[in-house]
Structure formats: structure tokens, C-alpha cells
């Protein structure tokens, strides 16, 4: 059974918050279904990162890189979630950086933060998803507020031009998922 979703968004025994999946049964279960890639993306992490390139290679799964962040403001009153994908070898590098900072410089009652304004400085190579419910848009659309739809929505664009792709030309090292087939086996 070969299918055209990719999993962009696992957490696993290394996210230290929320993660269960273990990355060798992840992998398998993966290449099991026929996929042809998976993300890793532990809560502000690359603890898992060797174990996950191993199986993952071992298994001819292509392993993507990535993190989830907790995202704050500058003024430091709005929280929301974001997830980064390592594009390329200076995506990765960025990631490795934002982390780093992360623990260094915006660190709050133990839990890492990275604040918006250090995103464009760490933007290249690295592809921006919204962070499910948790993220800008996510909690702006569960809002009642038609003015925070919109400060999401203008908040969003200035990400995407940090972040530029071409649209008539993916970069080669990213897949593009096609819409979900409906497969809901859990990946354990």
C-alpha cells in the first residue's frame, strides 16, 4: 500500500512535554503504510534527531527535520504554537540556532520561548506551518474576535515573506503532501 500523506507534525519520545511514539515503530509503522516521508518535530528539540535519521534512512523513509515552538510576542503577552521544518542544511543550522536561543534567551518558568522578531533572522531554509489550534491562525479562528481574525491574518503574512518559496518551483529537499487519504492508524 503506497500513499501520498506525509506526516509533518510527530512528536515523539523525545518531546519531553507530550511525546509517546517511539521513533522505531514510528519508522516502521511508516514504511509499513507505504509513505515516503515523516517529520519529527519534538517540543523545542533534536534529542531524537540521530535515532530518528538511523531508522529512518535504514528504512528508505525520508527523514524531515523539525521543531515546534512556543511563539511569543515581543511584549510577551500573546503565547501561540508554531512548528519549523528544516528545508535544507541551513534550515537545519537556523533550527539548531532558534533552539539554542530558545533555552539561553527565552526561557520563562522552565519552558523555552522564541520570540517573532527572531524569526526573520533565522528564516532561510526553514518552512513555517501554523501550529495546529495553538497557533496564530488556529486561535484566531476559535476566537469570537473578528479584530484578532484579522491581526492573525496580517500577523501571518510578514512569516510567509520571511519565508519565501517559489511556488512554480518547490525546493527539492521538501515534499508536498497531497490531501489526507483518510488513513487514521495511529502511529505507534
Known sequence: MTTDFVHLRVHSEFSLVDGLVRIKGLVKKVAELGMPAVALTDQTNFYGLIKFYKAAIGAGIKPIYGSD???????????????????????????????????????????????????????????????????????????????????????????????????????????TPSAYSGNQERLM
Do not use: M
Open 69 to 175: 515552538f512556543l511563539l511569543v510576542d515581543d511584549d510577551d503577552t500573546q503565547v501561540s504554537a508554531i512548528c519549523l521544518l528544516a528545508q535544507n542544511d541551513k534550515g537545519y543550522r537556523n533550527l539548531t540556532e532558534l533552539i539554542s536561543r530558545a533555552y539561553q534567551h527565552g526561557q520563562h518558568l522552565g519552558r523555552a520561548y522564541i520570540k517573532r522578531s527572531w524569526l526573520p533572522e533565522y528564516a532561510e531554509g526553514v518552512i513555517v506551518l501554523s501550529g495546529g489550534r495553538d497557533g496564530d491562525v488556529g486561535q484566531a479562528l476559535l476566537s469570537a474576535s473578528q479584530n484578532r481574525r484579522r491581526s492573525a491574518a496580517s500577523s501571518a503574512l510578514p512569516l510567509n515573506r520571511a519565508c519565501p518559496t517559489s511556488p512554480s518551483r518547490p525546493p527539492e529537499s521538501t515534499i
